[in-house]
């Protein structure tokens, strides 16, 4: 090197880190429905899951006056199902305050009241329905909206297509359900179906969890609201059949109703542990 050249400088850049690896699927966490070892540990979770879902109710302002109610079957006596009592707010019920009903719709656990109309709509479904573990019925306002219109739902998004063709409309009005009777034509027209819009009453949707018919009630009040929306601003644009078909096989599932609904009981459950009654949450079954 000669007296007049400038020296070049080092190169100090460290040398480039090695890329990031993938996770191995094994290692990354996903929940799914639990499974339980005893009765005792299904009934206290399906109470828990029931508790969650009517305090959701009750956030989501599916509450009129005393109207609404969501069952959960009993895993040990299936022609018995848990229910919120009568006259008592969705937002205030805690596991504790549940009762169970059995096929008489008899009181035998529980200090409080059921109503009627519960009683009259729910036993019907779970005794024609015995894959169903729950049911949801609420005077939601979109609901009642979309049934005083007595249409169903159209396939004009992608979360309503899970109801293409699995939905139906029980095309009648006849008072406050009472008896039998109706409930019976009530869960003869919902037949195999996940939900059904009752005429100038409400939604009703039906699950094999808590948790998968309390999502199909949160999220078809929620379409509801989208078509009514829809409509008022112009002419809907439905998917095809074709691809409404496909979509709901690929998300009509109760299992993708579960998973749907889990970050909503995540919600409820942290900020709100109170509706888990004196004795606190059940530990998780694996």
């Given amino acids: 090197m000669s007296a007049t050249e400038t020296p070049r400088p ?5 040398e480039p ?15 799914l429905p639990p499974v339980f070892e005893t009765v005792e540990q299904e009934r206290r979770h399906r109470k828990e899951r029931l508790t969650a879902a009517l305090r959701l ?17 009993d895993p040990e006596f299936p022609d018995h199902f848990w229910v919120n009592p009568f006259g008592m707010s969705f937002k205030h019920i805690t596991v504790d305050d549940l009762i169970l009903v059995n096929h008489e719709g008899q009181v035998v656990e529980g200090r409080f009241h059921v109503n009627q109309a519960a009683f009259a709509i729910h036993s ?20 009642r909206a979309i049934s005083a219109l007595g249409i169903r739902l159209e396939p004009i998004t992608q979360d309503v297509c899970p109801f293409y063709e699995d939905h139906e409309l029980f095309d009648d009005y006849a008072g406050v359900v009472l008896d039998a009777e109706e409930g019976k034509r009530i869960a003869r027209t919902l037949g195999a179906r996940k939900a059904l819009i009752l005429r100038n009453h409400g939604l009703l949707t039906v699950g094999q969890s808590v948790d ?18 829809a409509q008022a601003a112009g002419e809907l644009k439905p998917i095809s059949p074709e691809n409404a078909r496909l979509t709901r096989d ?5 299992t993708v109703a579960w998973i749907n609904y889990k970050p909503l009981y995540d919600v409820i459950s942290r900020s709100e542990p109170d509706l888990f009654g004196v004795h606190g949450p059940m530990e998780s079954a694996s």
Wanted: with cysteine; charged share 15%.
């Fill in 212 to 229: 998968a018919a309390a999502w199909w009630f949160i999220t078809m009040e929620r379409s509801c609201q989208v078509q009514l929306l």
């Fill in 124 to 143: 019907q479904i779970h005794a024609a329905r015995p894959d169903v573990v729950a049911a949801a019925h609420s005077h939601s306002t979109h609901g």
């Fill in 10 to 14: 080092q190169d100090t850049r460290p």
């Fill in 17 to 31: 880190a090695a890329k990031p690896q993938p996770v191995s699927p094994t290692d990354l966490s996903f929940a």
């Fill in 57 to 73: 109710f009750g956030r989501f302002g599916f509450e009129e006056g005393v109207a609404g109610h969501i069952t959960a079957r």
């Fill in 250 to 254: 690929q998300l009509g599932n109760d």
